[in-house]
């Protein structure tokens, strides 16, 4: 374990500075990019002052000169504001590691990408920000969000040929599976990724930094065939980084800092395969050269104190004792300064080991024991990641891309359907008022002889329609999916507009003009998810695991406490005594229990409390949700649970209903062998119950009455 965080650590080392590195996209100069509209010149005089202060290792400076400055400039374009926000993502996520912070920044890349104006600078931005708010996500262990968010940019490079993209998609799935030892794997992702990495036009700026990131992933190939225990292929592929950094050297004549840093990291790397093939002397002078370079002031100097374990593991090793004490010595002091948990852990096992050596028991047991803390400590944050199966997370959204894909087809199938049943329709009044003018007209031949031949010309019409309908379904049906496909974007960025428009300076009227705007986008994207998920969850295959309910009922509550809150309600959950595991869809009963929630808030009352209960009744676990609201009126008790129902109603702060939430849970729970149901209250609103078996119970077995248990 202790070998595969010390290496990932070296892996990710490269990748902070290229991480910085970036931030200098814009700062360049380039005149491509003035051209293409996509920065304003006087953006471009401010990001190259910020990042003056910023390599003066003073970023706390540099951000407060990045706000103070942008300030003032007068029309920021889209790609001012998205470096704007990406400055502080730097800032926050890579230098202060407040992820929450950074993924608030992250989360606004993403809406400035969204309102991008060009297919180019949406698919450059909308991939960078998922790629941040995945790596904020990754940082924070939320490891699903991570993953959705990167696979969200790798969707985004695959639609629009996009290899910058793909290069940073597949060079995170290396990182990933490396730190989970899967060495051959993430070897060939590195591959993938830099090759991607040499297509020309990889960034707005296609020298240092793309030549930076290759000559890493060279370096990560390297390492990974070393953890796979191919030695040759190793140090085959650290030549070729120290190789590919020589030969560019000379382009970068102001870049010698981040060349020597690169070379050393190359140099610390290469020595773990001499140590492993019993190279001791060139392993030593490979770790010194590499200390020499990374420990001098604004380099690399956590990579320096990792290296310096490695030769205090040799030194320990050869018996050298006067070496070891003065590198522990030097590593003390150097740890004092900068904190790096994963050399702390070593430095203390290394002492201990020497103290073992002098016969010093006491003060040996006290280091090694200060080692298994630290080891304990770094090994279950490293836990998450191990546990978390990200192949079998990107199939599952791969699936759902299809599955919405299909829904689109599905819908053109349906306007098929209800064009053929209008023509249908047609027909047969036609032909209806044809027989009643013949029955009435019997003498008039010569009438019904003309309506005769007019009918045959109006059927061969419409067998000519019908015939043209069928040759052009393809193209209709590229149409309308690209129509369905991009429906949601364009109200989308209606809201996002809106909403930025909102924040800035406006007359009261035209402040209520956007803000119509605004709340019509957002009910309308809020309609459209829920006709897609009502029209697709009979044809979805539920993805059924063991999930405990007790915990599934929390967070669902502790998610809504916020909203309650806004109306100054209280939600009081009363859980099992005992843990419970149901065997059913985590997401949808989730969504069903959210839902019940959200409609209990919705329609009760400011101040008033809303109970969650979950009960056991005879092979089955009742959930139930009672409000103090409006209630249902008797008349439309029969309707709630019907889709597109007349029986919504707006809530009591004048909430948008759109009818179709019930109609949704209750096809999830039917979907489980479940039942939903409610009750009015005695005194005032309703009650939600919904039943679903407990494992090995099948509820097309069950009496109807077992399946109403009242709670009390």
């Not at 050399?343 to 010093?360: F, H, P, S, T, V």
């Not at 097309?700 to 077992?706: D, F, N």
Request: charge should be neutral; proline fraction near 3%; glycine fraction near 4%.
């Amino acid at each position: 374990m202790y070998e595969l965080k010390y290496s990932a650590r070296k892996l990710l080392n490269c990748n902070w500075w290229l991480f910085l590195l970036t931030l200098t996209i814009v700062s360049c100069g380039e005149k491509k990019a003035v051209d293409d509209g996509n920065y304003s010149e006087e953006y471009l005089t401010v990001q190259t002052k910020a990042d003056k202060i910023w390599g003066l290792r003073n970023s706390d400076a540099a951000v407060r000169f990045m706000d103070s400055a942008f300030k003032r400039l007068p029309n920021p374009t889209i790609n001012d504001r998205f470096r704007f926000y990406a400055f502080h993502y730097v800032h926050y996520q890579k230098l202060k590691h407040e992820y929450e912070t950074a993924l608030l920044y992250a989360d606004s890349m993403v809406a400035i990408a969204k309102n991008s104006v060009t297919p180019k600078q949406y698919s450059m931005n909308y991939a960078e920000a998922n790629f941040a708010r995945g790596d904020s996500y990754f940082e924070l262990k939320q490891y699903t969000d991570a993953y959705q968010s990167y696979y969200q940019g790798y969707l985004t490079g695959k639609n629009y040929l996009n290899f910058a993209a793909l290069g940073d998609y597949t060079y995170r799935m290396g990182m990933i599976m490396y730190k989970k030892g899967h060495y051959k794997l993430a070897a060939s992702y590195f591959k993938d990724s830099y090759k991607q990495n040499k297509v020309e036009n990889y960034t707005l700026n296609k020298d240092f930094v793309s030549f930076y990131r290759r000559q890493e992933l060279l370096d990560n190939v390297g390492l990974s065939y070393r953890h796979n225990a191919d030695n040759d292929s190793a140090i085959v592929y650290f030549d070729k980084a120290l190789a590919l950094i020589d030969s560019s050297a000379p382009a970068f004549p102001d870049r010698k800092l981040h060349l020597d840093m690169a070379r050393g990291v190359v140099y610390g790397n290469k020595a773990e395969v001499y140590i492993q093939k019993g190279d001791t002397a060139t392993a030593m002078g490979l770790l010194r050269k590499s200390i020499a370079i990374n420990l001098q002031p604004r380099y690399d100097n956590v990579d320096a104190q990792l290296t310096e374990v490695k030769l205090g593991n040799l030194y320990l090793k050869m018996n050298q004792q006067d070496s070891l004490k003065n590198l522990l010595g030097n590593l003390r002091n150097q740890l004092d300064t900068i904190k790096n948990p994963d050399a702390e852990a070593d430095y203390n096992r290394l002492l201990g080991n020497y103290y073992i050596k002098k016969n010093n028991l006491r003060s040996a047991i006290n280091h090694i024991q200060r080692y298994n803390l630290l080891k304990d400590s770094i090994t279950a944050r490293a836990s998450l990641l191990m546990e978390s199966d990200v192949n079998q997370q990107l199939a599952n959204y791969e699936k759902q891309h299809e599955i919405d894909t299909l829904s689109n087809d599905n819908k053109l199938q349906a306007i098929y359907l209800y064009v053929i049943g209008l023509v249908a329709v047609l027909a047969s009044a036609i032909i209806f008022l044809v027989f009643r003018n013949w029955r009435r007209s019997k003498k008039d031949v010569l009438t019904v002889n003309i309506l005769n031949q007019q009918i045959n010309e109006q059927n061969h019409v419409l067998e000519n329609a019908l015939n043209e309908l069928s040759n052009s379904s393809q193209e209709k049906d590229r149409i309308l999916r690209t129509v369905a496909h991009d429906l949601r974007n364009p109200i989308g960025g209606i809201a996002s507009l809106t909403a930025m428009m909102a924040e800035d300076d406006y007359t009261d009227d035209q402040k209520e003009l956007i803000n119509l705007v605004k709340e019509t986008s957002v009910n309308s994207l809020e309609l459209i998810n829920e006709i897609l998920e009502a029209t697709n969850i009979a044809s979805v295959q539920l993805n059924l695991e063991p999930v405990e309910i007790n915990s599934l009922v929390s967070n669902s509550v502790e998610l809504l406490r916020f909203k309650a809150a806004e109306k100054g309600q209280k939600i009081l959950l009363e859980p099992l005594n005992k843990q419970q595991e149901l065997v059913i869809s985590r997401e949808k009963i989730w969504r069903v229990i959210s839902n019940l929630i959200s409609n209990a808030i919705k329609f009760s009352p400011t101040g008033q409390s809303i109970h969650v209960r979950v009960k056991t009744g005879v092979g089955e676990v009742i959930i139930s949700v009672e409000d103090n609201g409006i209630g249902i009126p008797e008349k439309l008790k029969d309707q709630v649970f019907n889709m597109f129902t007349s029986a919504q109603r707006p809530g009591t702060d004048g909430e948008k209903s759109f009818g179709l939430g019930l109609s949704i849970c209750r096809q999830i729970v039917e979907k489980h062998n479940g039942k939903i149901w409610f009750e009015n209250n005695p005194t005032a609103g309703s009650t939600f119950f919904v039943s679903l078996p407990a494992p090995g119970v099948d509820n097309k077995t069950r009496l109807p009455e077992q399946l109403s248990i009242p709670l009390a």
